[in-house]
T-cell receptor
């Protein structure tokens, strides 16, 4: 099993739709989790940190399920500008953010 | 606040040439990293640093050197470029909680 796995997609959704991505991780001791977005030929940008209690930022909601070892990202009311690749990142060690484990990303295309 | 800056944006090298990719950050972060990104491979860690004077190897360090003489700067040196080093290179600095901030990247082609 890969350390961090994501469905590569692509997810094609109409504007206004709700879409959810999951990301599974293999190390049950992993400490912290993040979602990044990456536009074509650009650098990854931090979207959200994922907290144990779950967190929400506008149209975006992130959840952590430690029992099943996955994190999720929910996007409501999708916009054209949400089209991007969404990368899941796992920090396997407490206090050690040097060797984060990156997923390969899930591609999202929001269509008019 | 410029965040993380990288130069150059594009570079073409011939096999065997050496060069240095520059990276600087103005967020006073202790942690800095270099990644390469290739199609289908995701981001792979080359080298990282936890503070001035301290560096360590990541997943794919061969063919690259780094140094960290100041908190702000973290240059990556290609010793003798090879076609396998054709890639996009990203520098990142991160908070102690692991939130990483990336530079715009350097697109390197080795012929």
């Amino acid at each position: 099993r890969k350390e961090v796995e994501q469905d590569p997609g692509p997810f094609n959704v109409p504007e206004g739709a709700t879409v959810a991505f999951n990301c599974t991780y293999s190390n049950s001791a992993s400490q912290s989790f993040f979602w990044y977005r990456q536009d074509c030929r650009k650098e990854p940008k931090l979207l959200m940190s994922v907290y144990s209690s779950g967190n929400e930022d506008g149209r975006f909601t992130a959840q952590l399920n430690r029992a099943s070892q996955y994190i999720s990202l929910l996007i409501r009311d999708s916009k054209l500008s949400d089209s991007a690749t969404y990368l899941c990142v796992v920090n396997p060690k407490a206090g050690n953010n040097r060797k984060l484990i990156w997923g390969l990303g899930t591609s999202l295309a929001v269509n008019p | 606040n410029a965040g993380v800056t990288q130069t150059p944006k594009f570079q073409v090298l011939k096999t065997g040439q050496s060069m240095t990719l520059q990276c600087a950050q103005d967020m006073n972060h202790e942690y800095m990293s270099w990644y390469r990104q290739d199609p289908g491979m995701g981001l792979r860690l080359i080298h990282y640093s936890v503070g001035a004077g301290i560096t360590d190897q990541g997943e794919v360090p061969n063919g690259y050197n780094v140094s960290r003489s100041t908190t702000e700067d973290f240059p990556l040196r290609l010793l003798s470029a090879a076609p396998s080093q054709t890639s996009v290179y990203f520098c990142a600095s991160s908070t102690s909680q692991g939130e990483q901030y990336f530079g715009p990247g350097t697109r390197l082609t080795v012929t």
